[in-house]
C-alpha cells in the first residue's frame, strides 16, 4: 500500500487536481491535506480495518458453525468449563487479529522507510493496532448471535452490518448526514490515526462494548443445550 500511494503520488496529482469530487472524496476519507501522501495512505487505510472485520466475522462464523453442527459437544464431553472453552476460542481469534495488526504495522514501516515516505511513527502504530478493537467488537457481536441465530443467518447480519457501517462512514459524509447519524457506525469511532492519532476515548468506547458482547455471549453459551 505505501509502494502503491509513492508509486501514484506524481501520476494521480493531475487527475485529482481535475477532479473536484474526487478530490473533496479522498480529503474527507483521509482526512487532510490531499497535498500530502499521508493524507492519501490515510485515505487507503480504511480499507485495512474493513479486511479486518472481515475476518473476524469468518472466525465468528466458525464458531457460530461449531455450536450449531455440534461438533463442540465433543469438547464439551471433556471435564472443562463452557465458559473456559469460549473464552479460549476467543482467546485465539484476539491473538491472531493482534498478530495482523503488528504485522501489518511492521510491514507498513519497512515500506516506508525503504521508499522514503515519512509517517509519524506513533500514528502509523495507531492506524494499524487501532483497527484491532473494530474487529473484537464485530466477532464478540457474532459470537453473542450465535446463541439465536443459524449460522448462515449470523453470518448474514455480520456482513451486512458491515456494509452498512461502511455505507453510514463513507457516504454518509457526502450525503450531509448528521454527525448522530454518522456516529452509528463502528468506522467512526476509528478515525483517521494516521494523521490525527487515535481516538482513545472512542477506542476504550469500542472494547467496552465488544466485552459486554462477549459477557453476554458467555453467559448465553454457558446455558444453552448445544447442538439444539
Given at each position: 500500500?505505501?509502494?502503491?500511494?509513492?508509486q501514484?503520488?506524481?501520476?494521480?496529482?493531475?487527475?485529482?487536481a481535475?477532479?473536484?469530487?474526487?478530490?473533496?472524496?479522498?480529503?474527507?476519507?483521509?482526512?487532510?491535506?490531499?497535498?500530502?501522501?499521508?493524507?492519501?495512505l490515510?485515505?487507503?487505510?480504511?480499507?485495512?480495518?474493513?479486511l479486518?472485520?472481515a475476518?473476524?466475522?469468518?472466525?465468528?462464523?466458525?464458531?457460530?458453525?461449531?455450536?450449531?453442527?455440534?461438533?463442540?459437544?465433543?469438547?464439551?464431553?471433556?471435564?472443562?468449563?463452557?465458559?473456559?472453552?469460549?473464552?479460549?476460542?476467543?482467546?485465539?481469534?484476539?491473538?491472531?487479529?493482534v498478530?495482523?495488526?503488528?504485522?501489518?504495522?511492521a510491514?507498513?514501516a519497512?515500506?516506508?522507510?525503504?521508499?522514503?515516505?515519512?509517517?509519524?511513527?506513533?500514528?502509523?502504530?495507531a492506524?494499524?493496532?487501532?483497527?484491532?478493537?473494530?474487529?473484537?467488537?464485530?466477532?464478540?457481536?457474532?459470537?453473542?448471535?450465535?446463541?439465536?441465530?443459524?449460522?448462515?443467518?449470523?453470518?448474514?447480519?455480520?456482513?451486512?452490518?458491515?456494509?452498512?457501517?461502511f455505507?453510514?462512514s463513507?457516504?454518509?459524509?457526502?450525503?450531509?448526514?448528521?454527525?448522530?447519524?454518522?456516529?452509528?457506525?463502528?468506522f467512526?469511532?476509528?478515525?483517521?490515526?494516521?494523521?490525527?492519532?487515535?481516538?482513545?476515548?472512542?477506542?476504550?468506547?469500542v472494547?467496552?462494548?465488544?466485552?459486554?458482547?462477549?459477557v453476554?455471549?458467555?453467559?448465553?453459551?454457558?446455558?444453552?443445550?448445544?447442538?439444539r
Amino acid at each position: 500500500m505505501v509502494v502503491v500511494v509513492k508509486q501514484i503520488e506524481t501520476k494521480m496529482a493531475p487527475i485529482f487536481a481535475s477532479s473536484p469530487i474526487l478530490k473533496d472524496l479522498i480529503t474527507k476519507v483521509g482526512g487532510g491535506d490531499l497535498t500530502t501522501n499521508a493524507t492519501i495512505l490515510s485515505a487507503f487505510f480504511v480499507l485495512l480495518p474493513l479486511l479486518l472485520m472481515a475476518f473476524a466475522v469468518t472466525q465468528a462464523n466458525r464458531w457460530s458453525a461449531d455450536e450449531e453442527d455440534g461438533r463442540l459437544e465433543l469438547v464439551l464431553s471433556t471435564p472443562q468449563p463452557r465458559l473456559r472453552v469460549l473464552l479460549g476460542r476467543f482467546a485465539a481469534l484476539t491473538t491472531a487479529t493482534v498478530i495482523i495488526g503488528v504485522l501489518t504495522l511492521a510491514v507498513t514501516a519497512l515500506a516506508s522507510a525503504a521508499t522514503g515516505l515519512k509517517l509519524d511513527g506513533g500514528n502509523l502504530a495507531a492506524a494499524t493496532l487501532g483497527m484491532i478493537p473494530l474487529g473484537l467488537l464485530l466477532a464478540a457481536i457474532g459470537y453473542l448471535l450465535s446463541g439465536w441465530l443459524r449460522t448462515a443467518v449470523d453470518t448474514g447480519l455480520l456482513s451486512f452490518l458491515l456494509v452498512i457501517w461502511f455505507f453510514i462512514s463513507f457516504i454518509g459524509p457526502e450525503l450531509n448526514w448528521s454527525d448522530a447519524a454518522l456516529r452509528l457506525s463502528a468506522f467512526y469511532y476509528y478515525g483517521t490515526p494516521l494523521l490525527h492519532g487515535l481516538p482513545l476515548l472512542d477506542m476504550l468506547g469500542v472494547l467496552a462494548v465488544s466485552i459486554v458482547a462477549l459477557v453476554l455471549a458467555s453467559v448465553r453459551f454457558v446455558r444453552k443445550d448445544i447442538g439444539r
